[in-house]
Nanobody, 123 residues
Framework: QVQLVESGGGLVQPGGSLRLSCVAS????????MGWYRQAPGKQRELVAR???????NYANFVEGRFTISRDNAKNTVYLQMNSLKPEDTAVYYC?????????????????WGQGTLVTVSS
């Protein structure tokens, strides 16, 4: 079994910063791509940023240089540093990871999701 647990969400004023973290744990053999998505009320879930195992990154256009995704492969952890936050960044942020999992009896791939962490940007 594999779990992704996010942390770091909360209430922040416009222009402020937050750092989200997501730790993957369980029967993990290897973690491939990791990413952050978000879903605002009444809207579809959308990509924020992704990072490959070799640290190549891609960002949604709306990030506009304000966010930075990074990872610590030794800790199976992905981070999202968010600066210059805007009210329109308010959403539940979800961690995603493509994982090779298993043990001596089985091996399989898994597209895993965390439970989400709420980010609210408001004065």
């Amino acid at each position: 079994q594999v779990q992704l647990v996010e942390s770091g969400g909360g209430l922040v004023q416009p222009g402020g910063s937050l750092r989200l973290s997501c730790v993957a744990s369980g029967s993990i053999l290897r973690v491939f791509d990791m990413g952050w998505y978000r879903q605002a009320p009444g809207k579809q879930r959308e990509l924020v940023a992704r990072i490959a195992s070799d640290s190549n990154t891609n960002y949604a256009n709306f990030v506009e240089g304000r966010f930075t995704i990074s990872r610590d492969n030794a800790k199976n952890t992905v981070y999202l540093q968010m600066n210059s936050l805007k009210p329109e960044d308010t959403a539940v942020y979800y961690c995603n990871a493509y994982i090779l999992m298993g043990n001596s009896d089985y091996v399989k791939t898994l597209d895993a999701w965390g439970q989400g962490t709420l980010v609210t940007v408001s004065s």
